[in-house]
């Protein structure tokens, strides 16, 4: 379905040489769009990637190193690239800690990442939409964006702020063909889930597959894992035309968790 409809879209994604956001950039290249891929980090292989996706999907691809933790590399990557009709806030980290023992430089940290990046993004994306006439805002949040986990303080915090972010964009832009939405995914198997596993099945004394039945899919009620590929088609169900009423709102992709 939807089959190259965003030809002539330039799509930029943040935090998207790994997991949901690589996913995304994925799907939105094969239905048609240019992609700028982003991260923290210049090495060949990210750049390697970019040109992986240009000639699997046959768009252009580039990748633009920015950190989305400084405002101003937040809005100088969008400058750099100059033009961006979808913008997917993706970027995103994660710390598990009692609120007493709770870094406050972690804190800082996630709340830059996960919450801020997502405004100063959006600040310099929305008059490129506003001049294009069109526009989609997708920002990714999580299922801890509407219900919470103990020692995930700031995670929780932003996410349920990237949820707040997302309403108010959605109610500035509502006359004006620009819609923006928030993803809330439940567990996917990607790096930043990965690398909680150790610390969790030494805290619980669990083997791997214990910590991912027991624990992580505990609270989801399919009991799968979601998949990038799963993340990547409501992005881009929500940049088609189908999707042009749908703003304000929040999508959850979570195998039934937040209806628990
Ligand atoms: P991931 O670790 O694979 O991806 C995170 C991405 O963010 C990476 O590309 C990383 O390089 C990038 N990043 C980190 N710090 C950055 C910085 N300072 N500047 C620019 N980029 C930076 O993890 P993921 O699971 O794919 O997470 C992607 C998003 O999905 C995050 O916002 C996360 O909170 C959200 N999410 C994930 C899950 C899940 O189960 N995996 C569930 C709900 C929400």
Redesign the pocket.
């Known amino acids: 379905m939807f089959e190259r409809f965003l030809d002539g879209k330039t799509a930029i994604v943040?935090?998207?040489?790994?997991?949901?956001?690589l996913g995304i950039a994925h799907r939105l290249a094969r239905a048609g769009a240019e992609i700028v891929l982003?991260?923290?980090t210049d090495r060949p292989e990210d750049h390697a990637l970019a040109q992986n996706l240009a000639e699997e999907h046959g768009v252009n691809v580039r990748y633009v190193r920015?950190?989305?933790?400084k405002a101003s590399e937040c809005r100088g990557l969008i400058e750099q690239v100059g033009r961006c009709d979808i913008l997917v806030n993706?970027?995103?980290?994660?710390h598990v800690a009692p609120i007493p023992d709770f870094p406050s430089e972690k804190w800082d940290a996630i709340i830059a990442?996960?919450l801020s990046s997502a405004f100063h993004t959006t600040a310099v994306a929305l008059p490129m939409m506003r001049s294009a006439g069109w526009g989609r805002v997708v920002n990714?949040a999580?299922?801890h964006g509407l219900t919470a986990s103990a020692f995930k303080s700031a995670y929780v915090a932003a996410k349920h702020g990237i949820v707040g972010l997302t309403k108010v964009t959605a109610l500035e832009t509502a006359r004006e063909h620009i819609t923006c939405n928030a993803v809330c995914?439940?567990?996917?198997l990607?790096?930043?889930?990965e690398a909680q596993i150790p610390d969790t099945m030494k805290e619980y004394n669990m083997t791997r597959d214990e910590v991912i039945r027991n624990v992580m899919l505990e609270r989801q009620p399919s009991k799968e894992f979601a998949t990038v590929e799963q993340m990547g088609d409501t992005v881009v169900f929500l940049c088609s035309d189908a999707a042009a009423q749908i703003t304000g709102t929040t999508i959850s992709v979570d195998g039934g968790w937040t209806a628990l």
């Open positions: 943040t935090g998207s040489n790994s997991g949901i956001g982003n991260s923290i920015a950190d989305m933790s993706n970027a995103g980290i994660q990442i996960n990714i999580s299922a995914p439940g567990y996917v990607t790096p930043l889930v």
